[in-house]
């Protein structure tokens, strides 16, 4: 087993992903700018090791709407008010990550994607070559659904699976998945007591898929353990192992990547026939 996690040192291109409620103090919803330091300086790192890093970032309407003190847009059209919340969200989010990225003499980029950025063929080539040529000129992308424009028939809906498209898209070695959970249990842990705890899994049985199905998420993010497994399931069938682990010390990046017992490995199990746009296509939003 330790074999596999020495494997983590070689990681060479690495997608992390971090949560809206990895993001925010619980008590009030703002921004917890030691955390948001924390991921920064842990990405930047990486990026001084020589290595290609992609964050994957929620919270553009959580941010948003805290932006806007709660306002209500109007009822009357629940999706355009949280689109609205994203396009003020993402904007000042961004801005909060660009000054810290600076400060450690960092560039970064912002994408912002939509279901048929992977769908349409000429999309999915631009958006890899963009990444592509990112990755040539050391830039991390920062990476978000672009909630202002992505309606509920063509939304990817969750960053739990964004990111695994993203780690596939770019053909990373690794995906982190950043959130509040320690990783993978048997079963519910705060439900039952007997439920233990899993290191590594090599195969995602259909019993881990039904038992991910009755789990529930946190209260801002919009993933639980469902997606999670999703995203392990489109990250391994496309060569990419997954980690996750549990964002309440940020610095498990590091301990991950020198090959440390911390979360849940999910190693990749290619799958020749898996097709990723189709997979895409035939996903529904939440
Ligand atoms: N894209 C959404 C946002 O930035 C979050 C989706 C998610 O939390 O999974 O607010």
Do not use: W
């Amino acid at each position: 087993m330790s074999d596999i996690r020495e494997m983590m040192k070689d990681k060479k291109r690495i997608v992390v992903k971090i949560g809206s409620s990895s993001l925010q103090h619980s008590e009030t919803g703002d921004l917890d700018y030691t955390k948001l330091d924390v991921l920064v300086r842990e990405l930047c790192n990486l990026r001084n090791q020589g290595k290609d890093v992609v964050l994957v970032t929620s919270g553009a309407i959580s941010v948003g709407k805290k932006a806007l003190s709660f306002q209500d847009a109007g009822e009357d059209n629940p999706i355009a008010v949280k689109q609205a919340y994203a396009a003020v969200g993402q904007a000042r989010l961004m801005m909060t990550y660009q000054k810290i990225f600076a400060e450690y003499n960092q560039v970064a980029a912002q994408i912002l994607m939509t279901k048929n950025t992977i769908v349409d063929n000429l999309n999915r080539y631009n958006a890899q070559n963009t990444f592509a040529e990112l990755f040539k000129l050391g830039v991390i992308p920062v990476v978000n659904e672009n909630d202002t424009v992505a309606t509920y028939e063509i939304e990817i809906g969750d960053n739990d699976t964004l990111s695994a498209i993203v780690a596939s898209l770019v053909k990373a070695d690794l995906l982190i998945l950043l959130s509040d959970i320690d990783g993978l249990y048997t079963d519910d842990p705060r439900k039952n007591p007997n439920a233990s705890y899993i290191d590594v899994v090599n195969e995602l049985t259909d019993e881990l898929m039904e038992m991910g199905k009755a789990s529930t998420g946190s209260d801002s993010g919009t993933g639980g353990m469902n997606t999670k497994l999703q995203a392990a399931k489109i990250a391994g069938s496309m060569g990419v192992d997954m980690v996750i682990a549990n964002s309440r010390d940020i610095k498990v990046i590091h301990r991950i990547l020198a090959g440390q017992k911390i979360g849940t490995l999910f190693t990749a199990n290619v799958n020749e026939g898996f097709d990723l746009p189709l997979y895409v296509q035939q996903m529904h939003g939440h």
